[in-house]
């Protein structure tokens, strides 16, 4: 198992730096873990002018650096609020008044749309990239901490729903062929049975118990899917 995760990446950045990595590992399965910021920061593929200029002789290599769009002023301003707010239902409609509740709002603007449409053009040629290679294609979508919260307790705003993401992105991945694994169901229950944090409230990252969880979770899908395979290597 090869851990390429990168702090900051998004799905465009990810396909640039898998693409660099394949030849080096020749993987069975690639896991993209996805989260909604993705979507809110996904561009088009990179222009020349994006490209590193090659030693002579050599092609060309993307530049692969993480944008900066996912930290701005306001985030930092809203993080902090949410530090006083240990309320989840104060936690969920502090985040619904922010510009990032659109991306959960139906139907979609034309910004979200346009969004939608580059992020499926960006896993539409991961997909194709790891069919090529005969390699699996498996998405791993991680909610963020208010998605859980309003599915937990189960908060009912109009026209807005925690699922909205996946459940769109999930019915594009079933029509071209590759998995999409949703944890938010998981975190959700266990949030609602337990009442345990399972994500740091100052930053919206997991926690250990969150990483716990979530880890369960794709271990038991990964071994559904393909512990039989694996077993068979073994042997």
Not at 45 to 51: I, S
Request: glycine share 6%; aromatic share 12%.
């Amino acid at each position: 198992m090869v851990k390429a995760g990168v702090s900051g990446y998004d799905t465009r950045t990810e396909l640039l730096y898998l693409k660099r990595l394949y030849s080096r590992y020749d993987p069975d399965v690639v896991i993209l873990g996805f989260l909604p910021n993705d979507l809110m920061t996904n561009t088009p593929m990179p222009d020349d002018n994006e490209r590193a200029e090659p030693p002579r002789g050599e092609a060309p290599v993307r530049v692969v650096r993480a944008r900066n769009e996912k930290s701005t002023r306001l985030h930092i301003v809203t993080f902090a609020k949410r530090l006083l707010l240990p309320s989840d239902y104060l936690y969920v409609k502090l985040y619904l008044l922010t510009a990032r509740a659109e991306y959960f709002t139906f139907p979609m603007t034309p910004r979200v749309e346009r969004q939608m449409e580059i992020t499926r053009g960006l896993l539409r040629e991961l997909n194709d990239y790891c069919r090529e290679r005969q390699t699996k294609f498996v998405v791993f979508s991680i909610p963020q901490l208010f998605q859980v919260l309003m599915e937990a307790n189960e908060y009912k705003r109009e026209n807005i729903s925690a699922g909205f993401i996946d459940s769109t992105l999930a019915g594009f991945a079933a029509e071209n062929g590759f998995l999409w694994l949703p944890v938010l169901p998981r975190l959700a229950e266990a949030y609602r049975i337990g009442g345990e944090d399972i994500y740091y409230r100052f930053d919206g990252h997991f926690n250990n118990r969150g990483n716990e969880i979530a880890g369960e979770y794709l271990a038991e899908q990964f071994l559904e899917l393909y512990g039989g395979e694996a077993a068979k290597r073994i042997e």
